[in-house]
Nanobody, 120 residues
Framework: QEQLVESGGGLVQAGGSLRLSCAAS????????ISWLRQDPGKEREGVSC????????NYADSVKGRFTISRDNAKNAVYLQIDSLNPEDTGVYYC?????????????WGQGTQVTASL
């Protein structure tokens, strides 16, 4: 079965850190751009970071620059999101999304989400 599974969320005090994982099973993340998005109840899902399929170039939303780091480990078939200096505005469900390139163009996958909560 082809799927993405996120993990690593939790309740953390403001100022703390978390590392989220997005692991693929049933297919390889090679040739897939990976995005992390978050959603609060009642709000639209917003992109926070992505990593390209071609050369692993990272991009970040302005609100998370300098605090979030996205990385890819092809050997583990996973992508990670390191979150540092967590603040209450980072609270939400974090989803990873895989978007295929080259011969995999048009193939997309969503994970089920993992909850991140920053407490004051």
């Amino acid at each position: 079965q082809e799927q993405l599974v996120e993990s690593g969320g939790g309740l953390v005090q403001a100022g703390g850190s978390l590392r989220l994982s997005c692991a693929a099973s049933g297919f390889s993340l090679d040739y897939y751009a990976i995005s992390w998005l978050r959603q609060d109840p009642g709000k639209e899902r917003e992109g926070v970071s992505c990593i390209s399929s071609a050369d692993d170039t990272p991009n970040y939303a302005d609100s998370v620059k300098g605090r979030f780091t996205i990385s890819r480990d092809n050997a583990k078939n996973a992508v990670y999101l390191q979150i540092d200096s967590l603040n209450p505005e980072d609270t939400g469900v974090y989803y990873c999304y895989a978007d295929g390139a080259r011969r995999f163009r048009g193939r997309t996958y969503w994970g089920q989400g993992t909850q991140v909560t920053a407490s004051l």
